[in-house]
């Protein structure tokens, strides 16, 4: 026998013996958590960097961008962040593979705000069992604040995409209860978390929904959709969809000479958009646009020119992205989301264990978050684990959207359902 | 026809014994990785038979993953029928849709070809979405985590890695089997001289049909130990971006060899990281570009291009016994 | 019925996008023979390169000119540094290196403008059109005249020039036209050049209707394959016509096929390429080529 081919053969009966002996080593999390040394906490995530969905990968970029902002002021309790961020192309395999890697390999002390839905669920149950936090996921799911029982490790931020409609169904039947509602959606979980809430939202007044038009993301554009829509002779729009397609929509409605109100959702709203639209077609097509919000928008330069939140943004976003476009929505959310994990941290204390992290995140009240829409506060209770479910209802006047009222939890809307 | 060599053996010994020491030198993450290597392995080893042997172009077997993944989830998690059942199950199901479908590319040449199958990958995803009462629609299915059996003493990761590589030997074992036969001589004759081969008797119906139905049962059992390994499936899973990938594992491994599919697994489950490392801001463009230099520079893949320098380098040409063809361009 | 009508009118505006991206893709296959699964990320990258040049501050149409002889220049770069070395390999060869291409353009465009949805000036007026109660847009009959248009100008520049018919023979009978003294490779390269024209010209285009991000032109080039495919890949008119077909086609699939709905248009175009392809491969106005076995 070759004498290389023998030593690999001994190698390997060598290692079938140690076999018992590695398999019967992994032991749970103990004293000493992974991810935390004197000096540093290691944060692992995923984020689409490339692929279908790489506009979010800015994300996972602003929230670098504050750790590497709060390690250049302090850190957190004498310790620095690492932040290890890897690029799961919007794939659920790749996300698994990764965050095997970020778990075994890389040593991190929590997984925070791995993003999408699919991404989400097939990673939660390895990190479940495994005991490792699984933080602030980047999607509005419902699953992610009413699961905590089956899945106790893992926990949303945003607003969930349910309570949302639920808040337009509400103003519908305040404002407009002879509305003829038309609804145009993603065919995904996304759209129909909108479709749920808003026939929560209705109750028995659901016949008010005279028609509804899907759109996958494949398709070229909506006006085809719009025709549909437009024909059921509704007079409210409510537009559960991307930006892309949002504004197409909206185009495509102000072209058919289709003038409903319109209720479009959070992740469309940012003023750049809405010019947009009205470079396109005019200003007839936002004249009558009603939506939510729970963050600032860092396109309003004119509302937040003196915020102090906006300023420490822009600091951020100049000293550490400095290619990047400040009026990305996505950056926002990074750093808001981000100063949210470094508190959790903060709070958890000086000794940090994952358990006590846990603790902290199921019951917590952040007010001082500085990009979220003023007044809006981020709490949990060990019962109640959706942490934002403030918004505010705002109307487009042209160059900026106006309040319509005041801040509405939808909290009691949610547990209504989370009961159930 | 060729003999099996004893270069061949001592290098299939070789890769036995590696695929058996690894796991136990690198990371754990990595074991984990190597599961889907072994998947990508079986998936292009299915492309080396049928674009490399056949000379047929699928942009589409991510399709036949969807459908293996999907199969087993399906039957696990609905009945809670066990993968070992799955599995088989899956091949059988995708063997099935694969003769259908390779009948009608018998109609459909080259780019054509290339065309209907990149179709094919391209409406999977909708599909799955449609039939959501069993597929989940674009939730998809959570599966449970493989253990391994009662009085094996591995961790789960190592227990699936073994199990995958285990699988991923019997298909190389019985592709290498059918292709040294009378299925592979027709092939190769098909290939390089159509008429010829049908004047002495080869029905190209029958064998390229074969082929195509071959090349989905592997894809649909590295579908199926791509739904286990994630525990998961969804419409997500097997976008389009899938089959792209796959035959670009396969030209990049080597389309015409068995060793490409190795190499060509092990390629696209790590060009992505690599591509990450060089340059975080914009890994599509290094993965694009290292593809197409790959074109321009070794366009027979890396086991062809090192196959070549090793036979230039070391055999005068006559000398070249290797059980692997040259390349052929047409 | 009025719905019908307007879902016609919104199918031909949509099957003129189809169109126009299928028109470049149709140029490369007669120049070679082979296709581009990266016209639609060149088109798109282009037309990124026309919104930095009109943000840069240049009038409109001076912009959209630069546009066109800069993708003229690049496409002739492309064929001669990347498609050349790899021109007389085999089809798959050039299928990959193809979708490299589609790969890197797709991540340098996030890379230099990132992903977020840029508005795309239009050349034509934003009011909507009124006939008889159905409505569209200046721009959708602005994309429908230029692909006529540009239609035009390429049927005679193959008929009626020179330089056109030393293309068209260098296509099909490149050794008799090495011959002749035609020089075949750099009549290869015009036609990558041409086909990026088009292909800019129909991103300029489309942007003001999908809006401008590195992906939009992933869907639309499924489409204009099927359009291509539908037409009969070799013929120009087919190409148009093929596209405003298909628009149209899966507007009224859409919206009156209850199994397909929304959801399986896309499906239901890709098994038209399919069934196409198996029925008359040479499409609705190609001319039926006689291939080897």
């Known amino acids: ?420 | 026809m060729k003999r099996t060599s004893s270069g061949t053996l001592l290098r299939v010994a070789l890769a036995v014994a590696v695929v058996a020491i690894v796991p136990w030198i690198v990371p754990s993450f990595l074991v984990f990785d190597l599961v889907f290597v072994a998947a990508y392995a079986i998936a292009i080893l299915g492309l080396v038979i049928l674009t490399g042997m056949n000379g047929q172009i699928s942009l589409g077997h991510g399709a036949f993953m969807a459908l293996g993944g999907y199969v087993v989830a399906v039957l696990a998690h609905g009945a809670g029928w066990p993968y070992w059942i799955g599995v088989p199950l899956a091949a059988l199901a995708c063997g099935a849709v694969g003769i259908v479908i390779g009948l009608v590319a018998l109609r459909l040449e080259g780019v054509y070809l290339a065309l209907a199958t990149f179709s094919l990958a391209v409406a999977t995803p909708s599909f799955l979405k449609h039939f959501k009462s069993v597929t989940g629609g674009f939730g998809g299915l959570s599966l449970n985590p493989v253990t391994a059996p009662p009085g094996v003493p591995l961790d789960a990761q190592h227990w699936l890695y073994y199990v995958s590589w285990g699988v991923a030997g019997v298909c190389f074992l019985l592709s290498a089997l059918l292709v040294r036969g009378k299925f592979g001589r027709a092939l190769r004759a098909l290939r390089d001289n159509p008429i010829a081969a049908v004047s002495f008797g080869v029905n190209p119906y029958v064998y390229k049909t074969l082929a195509f139905a071959w090349s989905a049962v592997l894809a649909g059992i590295a579908g199926g130990f791509f739904a286990i390994a994630t525990a998961y499936v969804s419409p997500d899973t097997f976008s389009f971006a899938l089959s792209i990938t796959l035959l670009i594992g396969a030209v990049l491994g080597g389309i015409m060899t068995f060793w490409g599919a190795l190499a060509g697994g092990v390629v696209i489950e790590f060009l992505p990281l690599v591509a990450q490392q060089v340059n975080a801001a914009a890994p599509s463009v290094v993965y694009g570009v290292a593809l197409i230099l790959v074109m321009m520079f070794v366009p027979d893949g890396i086991v062809g291009g090192l196959l070549r320098l090793v036979r230039t380098a070391s055999f005068p040409p006559s000398a070249a016994s290797v059980a692997v063809e040259q390349p052929t361009r047409e | 019925m009025h719905e019908l009508a307007q879902q016609i009118v919104s199918g031909l505006a949509t099957g003129s996008i189809f169109a126009s991206l299928a028109l470049a893709l149709v140029l490369i296959y007669r120049a070679m023979g082979i296709i581009n699964f990266a016209q639609g990320e060149m088109a798109m990258f282009t037309t990124y390169i026309a919104w930095q040049l009109v943000q840069l501050g240049l009038p409109i149409w001076l912009a959209f000119g630069a546009t066109l002889v800069i993708a003229f220049a690049g496409g002739v770069a492309l064929e001669r540094i990347v498609i050349r070395p790899v021109e007389r390999a085999n089809q798959l060869t050039i299928v990959i290196v193809t979708l490299g291409l589609f790969i890197a353009f797709n991540g340098l465009a996030g890379w230099f403008w990132g992903y977020i949805v840029k508005s795309f000036p239009t050349p034509f007026p934003t009011s909507p059109i009124q006939v008889g109660g159905i409505g569209f847009s200046a721009q959708d009959l602005g994309i429908i005249v230029v692909s006529l248009l540009t239609l035009g100008l390429i049927t005679l520049f193959f008929q009626k020039t020179k330089l056109g018919l030393a293309m068209r023979a260098a296509a099909l009978y490149p050794e008799q036209s090495r011959v002749m003294g035609i020089r075949v490779g750099w009549m290869l390269a015009l036609g990558w050049g041409l086909a990026a024209v088009v292909g800019a010209v129909a991103g300029i285009m489309i942007a003001p209707v999908t809006f401008l991000d590195p992906n939009m032109m992933q869907s639309v080039i499924v489409y204009a394959f099927a359009s291509a495919v539908l037409g009969g890949i070799e013929s120009p008119v087919g190409a148009v016509v093929g596209g405003l077909v298909l628009g149209v086609v899966i507007n009224l699939l859409g919206t009156y096929v209850e199994f397909i709905g929304n959801e399986l248009r896309l499906a239901a175009a890709l098994a038209i390429i399919v069934l196409v392809l198996m029925v008359k491969p040479s499409g609705l106005f190609g001319r039926t080529v006689v291939h080897r076995v």
């Open chain 1, 1 to 420: 026998m070759n004498p290389i081919f023998r030593r690999i053969a001994a190698a390997s009966i060598a290692s079938l013996f140690a076999l018992g002996v590695s398999a019967s080593t992994v032991v749970p999390a103990s004293a000493a958590d992974p991810g935390v040394s004197a000096n540093e906490i290691v944060l692992g995530g995923t984020h689409p960097f490339s692929g279908p969905a790489s506009a979010y990968g800015n994300i996972g970029k602003g929230i670098g961008a504050y750790f590497s902002y709060l390690n250049d002021h302090g850190g957190i309790n004498g310790r620095k962040i690492k932040w290890i961020d890897l690029d799961d192309a919007y794939s659920p395999p790749q996300a698994v593979q990764l965050v095997h890697q970020l778990v075994e390999q890389d040593k991190v002390f929590a997984v925070f705000d791995t993003l999408g839905t699919a991404v989400n669920t097939a990673i939660r149950p390895y990190l479940n069992q495994n005991g490792v936090p699984h933080l602030f996921v980047a999607t509005g799911a419902t699953t992610w604040g009413k699961d905590y029982k089956q899945f106790p490790w893992t926990i949303g931020w945003q607003p969930d995409y349910q309570a949302e409609s639920i808040l337009y169904a509400k103003e519908i039947l305040q404002s407009t209860p002879k509305a003829k509602i038309a609804v145009l959606y993603q065919n995904d979980d996304y759209g129909e978390d909108y479709n749920a809430g808003l026939k929560k939202g209705l109750g028995s007044h659901q016949n008010m929904i005279v028609k509804m038009a899907s759109y996958e993301t494949s398709d070229p554009n909506v006006s085809s959709q719009i025709s549909t829509l437009k024909s059921s002779g509704a007079d409210t729009l409510m537009i559960f969809a991307t930006p892309k397609f949002a504004i197409q929509a909206m185009v495509a409605a102000a072209q058919q000479s289709w003038h409903p109100k319109i209720y479009l959702n959070n992740v469309a709203n940012t003023i750049p958009y809405m010019k947009a639209v009205e470079k396109a077609a005019g200003p007839s097509a936002t004249a009558n646009v009603i939506t939510t919000y729970y963050l600032k928008d860092p396109a309003n330069h004119a509302r937040y020119a003196n915020d102090p939140g906006m300023k420490l943004y822009e600091e951020i976003m100049t000293k550490y992205i400095p290619n990047g476009d400040k009026d990305d929505g996505n950056y926002l959310y990074g750093v808001s989301i981000a100063y949210t994990m470094a508190d959790v941290l903060r709070r958890a204390g000086k000794d940090l264990t994952r358990k006590k992290v846990m603790d902290v995140v199921s019951n917590f009240t952040e007010k001082d978050n500085p990009l979220v829409y003023p007044g809006v506060l981020i709490r949990t209770s060990p019962n109640f684990r959706f942490p934002i479910t403030q918004m505010i209802t705002a109307k487009w006047l042209g160059s900026d959207w106006s309040p319509t009222g005041v801040l509405t939890d939808t909290r009691t809307l949610i547990s209504g359902q989370a009961v159930k």
